[in-house]
């Protein structure tokens, strides 16, 4: 079995490819090796999928971190989107990559004082 970014449970983005494993895989396979010989060897079954199920939930409390950070940013914000809008005084509307394109020119947008501008 490889341990390469593949595609199924074990990888969150559809579109990883290659690379490292997944968080979500390397959790498992942690957890399956401190096991030893007790886990089945066709992890299709109940415990298996139980395994399955908490790797995933294990790396998503594992990323945190990560996630809040990027809270912090406009073009990568997802939780706080409604946070920065309410912030830049932008009405959501459309999807929610339409809302963060919004948002971040609205971030960037450089106010102007010349005359020609004012006027």
Not at 30 to 40: E, F
């Amino acid at each position: 079995m490889t341990l390469n970014g593949g595609f199924g449970w074990h990888n969150p983005w559809p579109f990883e490819w290659g690379g490292g494993p997944t968080p979500d895989e390397a959790i498992y396979h942690a957890w399956r090796d401190a096991l030893g010989s007790l886990p089945a060897k066709d992890d299709t079954g109940i415990d298996g999928l139980w395994r399955q199920c908490r790797s995933s939930a294990i790396a998503s409390v594992a990323t945190f971190c990560e996630r809040a950070v990027l809270q912090a940013f406009p073009h990568v914000a997802t939780d706080h989107l409604p946070l920065w809008e309410d912030y830049l005084g932008v009405l959501p509307a459309g999807t929610e990559e339409e809302r963060r394109a919004d948002v971040v020119e609205a971030y960037t947008r450089q106010p102007r004082a010349d005359g020609q501008t004012v006027a």
